[in-house]
Nanobody, 117 residues
């Protein structure tokens, strides 16, 4: 089992940047694929990006080119760099961990990102 805590959200102007962090507990963090998701008010939670245990990255088409996901296993942390922020990026951002071949998902509590125009 892994516990995840997101941080780094805040209020920024359009065009700005943020780096979100997803910090994990435990010594098995490196065995988890970690994904970032976001949920805007009144909308369903949507997948944004994933970094797998081999540090291969995947992105949704809606964020490709502006978002960069990375992991630092020595720090038990996954990052989401968000550049050229748009008002439509406003959402609560969550990270999720899952071990390959496992059906259990572990979610953090989320961090709010608000982009003003």
């Amino acid at each position: 089992q892994v516990q995840l805590v997101e941080s780094g959200g805040g209020l920024v102007q359009a065009g700005g940047s943020l780096r979100l962090s997803c910090a994990a507990s435990g010594s098995t963090f490196r065995l988890y694929n970690i994904g970032w998701y976001r949920q805007a008010p009144g909308m369903q939670r949507e997948w944004v990006a994933t970094v797998n245990t081999a540090s291969t990255t995947f992105y949704s088409d809606s964020v490709k080119g502006r978002f960069t996901i990375s992991r630092d296993n020595a720090k038990n942390t996954v990052y989401l760099q968000i550049d050229s922020l748009k008002p439509e990026d406003t959402a609560v951002y969550y990270c999720k961990g899952r071990r390959p071949g496992d059906l259990s998902d572990y979610w953090g509590q989320g961090t709010q990102v608000t982009v003003s125009s």
